[in-house]
């Protein structure tokens, strides 16, 4: 029984993880798409277009909200397993996107 509770905490953090992960990378894609619509335009990104990318984003509240709790509660022995299962997520997820990424970037080299 006294396993059953790090076990399941290292799960619910690894949920935790994946859906920071998916937050912020949809908040930095959307960033990304503002800057290239800018620059095939051949004119300035508008700056009402990027702050609202920015601000309007779930992404970077996601990140805030979660980073206020790790600091208010990490002193607790279950945040410890809960962060423990998030930061291996966001790494595990952060290796697997480099990953792929890569691949496919080689792919399209070859496919030219």
Known sequence: METLLPV???IAGVVLGAFVFSRV?????????VV??????DCKVSVGALLTAVLLASGPWVLLAVTIL???????VWAQWLFAGAAAAILGFGVLTIYLARKAA???????
């Open 70 to 76: 790790g600091f208010n509660t990490i002193d607790q």
């Open 36 to 41: 290239k619509r800018g620059r095939n335009a």
């Open 8 to 10: 399941g905490l290292i």
């Open 25 to 33: 990378g949809h908040w930095l894609v959307g960033i990304n798409a």
């Open 106 to 112: 080689s792919k399209g080299k070859h496919a030219a």
